[in-house]
């Protein structure tokens, strides 16, 4: 018995583009189509999923154990293949990438011979954040590679720039990738468009090609004690300029930080596993002073 294809995206960006928040709100514009997702755990602590706000979601897997590049050619067919087997009622598949990963090889992965009876890779998208966009590709090549392999380009957190700064940011990203298309994340932007796949394949543009996210470290801060949360503000608040993405959740709040933004909310859904889990992605992390300053947050103090 044949089977139709199930169209696949991948979402790429760099650390705390906004790729989780995009997720959401194609979830949230399109309850009307079936959709799973595969999301990608930097680490072995169950993280990305908490993030997930819409119900009714086909099939939510979580990839774990590194960056998606590195596990590209094994462990995500294996995942992918599950996922469908769970929930063979889905439309459309759509892969979360880490920050730190490379487009490339999971691109080959997802056009491989061995998953050519199972998906059809649609659409390779690549979030880009507005805020920090050009202080961090001066530093990590890896954000030109995630827009050099997108079909499209959105650029977010665009909330606070003029006119003039977005047209420039999105010629600048314009010139990175040939046959990339760029969208402006705004009140008006139509997640449709990502379920339009291109016309043409996209040309890759092997020179950005950058695969250094090992020179990054990570640290999970894990506690079953209750946490202050105001006091873990004031802790996310005064973390060095070397740490570049804070993700994670104590009690019933989320809790995120990329460059000077933080964002705590209220979770909409339980949240369980530990009483705070928090990931730490940086350079040269002094983990025994960030467990301090995460454990004075506690309430027992």
């Avoid at 996922?83 to 990963?101: F, N």
């Avoid at 468009?193 to 695969?211: G, M, Q, R, T, V």
């Avoid at 004031?234 to 570049?244: C, G």
Wanted: hydrophobic share 40%.
């Amino acid at each position: 018995m044949m089977h139709d294809l199930v169209p696949t995206i991948l979402i790429t960006g760099f650390l705390g583009s906004g790729k989780t928040t995009l997720i959401n709100r194609i979830l949230s514009s399109h309850p009307d189509k079936k959709i799973s997702l595969i999301l990608n755990e930097f680490g072995d602590i169950k993280l990305e999923s908490k993030f997930i706000e819409v119900k009714g979601v086909g099939m939510v897997s979580e990839l774990s154990g590194g960056c998606l590049c590195c596990v590209a050619s094994v462990d995500l067919p294996r995942i992918i293949r599950y996922t469908l087997e769970q929930a063979p009622a889905t439309e459309y598949l759509i892969i979360e990438a880490s920050g730190l990963s490379d487009p490339d090889p999971v691109r080959a992965t997802l056009t491989s011979y061995g998953l050519s009876t199972l998906i059809h890779l649609d659409t390779v998208v690549a979030v880009v954040d507005a805020d920090n966009f050009e202080t961090t590709a001066k530093v990590h090549p890896l954000v030109m590679s995630q827009i050099a392999e997108a079909d499209y380009a959105i650029l977010s957190k665009t909330q606070t720039h003029s006119k003039e700064d977005v047209d420039r940011l999105l010629q600048r990203v314009s010139s990175i990738g040939l046959g990339t298309k760029t969208f402006v994340w705004d009140d008006s932007f139509d997640t449709s468009i990502i379920f339009d796949p291109p016309f043409s394949p996209h040309i890759l543009k092997a020179e950005h090609h950058h695969h250094s996210h090992v020179s990054f470290d990570q640290y999970y801060y894990l506690s079953k004690e209750k946490h202050d949360i105001s006091l873990i503000n004031r802790v996310l608040s005064e973390l060095p300029a070397n740490i570049l993405r804070v993700k994670g959740y104590s009690d019933n709040y989320l809790l995120q930080k990329v460059g000077s933004r933080i964002d705590i909310r209220m979770a909409k859904q339980p949240i369980g596993d530990y009483q705070t889990a928090i990931l730490v992605i940086g350079t040269e992390l002094n983990k025994l002073i960030l467990q301090k300053l995460f454990a004075s947050a506690k309430l027992s103090q």
